[in-house]
């Protein structure tokens, strides 16, 4: 069992910038694909972006690409989503995912983080 920590969530005026991370918090043996989902109040959770095991493959969704950027950390199964540019529309819980394997995927993950807070104010 994964379990993953998120952290970097706050609140931001439009056009700033956030950094947010997530962590297994144990030791994970395995390779894993991992990517960010946010849900906002009201709406159901969607998909943000995802990174391979190896960090050489990215997909984001079309309303952050450009954006927002996923990369992995040097500690084993790490992943940062550096968030530039935020609208007030980016206002969600953002999720942490982690699936063993190492293709990029958007959906099926297993593992989850508890979510980190981003507001972000007009």
């Known amino acids: 069992q994964v379990q993953l920590v998120e952290s970097g969530g706050g609140l931001v005026q439009a056009g700033g910038s956030l950094r947010l991370s997530c962590a297994p918090s144990?030791?994970?043996?395995?390779?894993?694909?991992m990517a960010w989902f946010r849900q906002a109040p009201g709406k159901e959770r969607e998909f943000v972006a995802a990174?391979?095991?190896?960090?050489?493959?990215?997909v984001y969704a079309s309303s952050v690409k450009g954006r927002f950027t996923i990369s992995r950390g040097n500690a084993k199964n790490t992943v940062y989503l550096q968030m530039n540019r935020l609208e007030p529309m980016d206002t969600a819980v953002y999720y942490c995912?982690?699936?063993?394997?190492?293709?990029?995927?958007?959906?099926?993950?297993?593992?989850w983080g508890q979510g980190t807070q981003v507001t972000v104010s007009s």
């Open positions: 990174i391979n095991a190896n960090g050489d493959n990215t």
């Open positions: 995912a982690a699936e063993r394997g190492s293709f990029i995927r958007t959906s099926n993950y297993d593992y």
């Open positions: 144990g030791r994970t043996d395995s390779d894993y694909s």
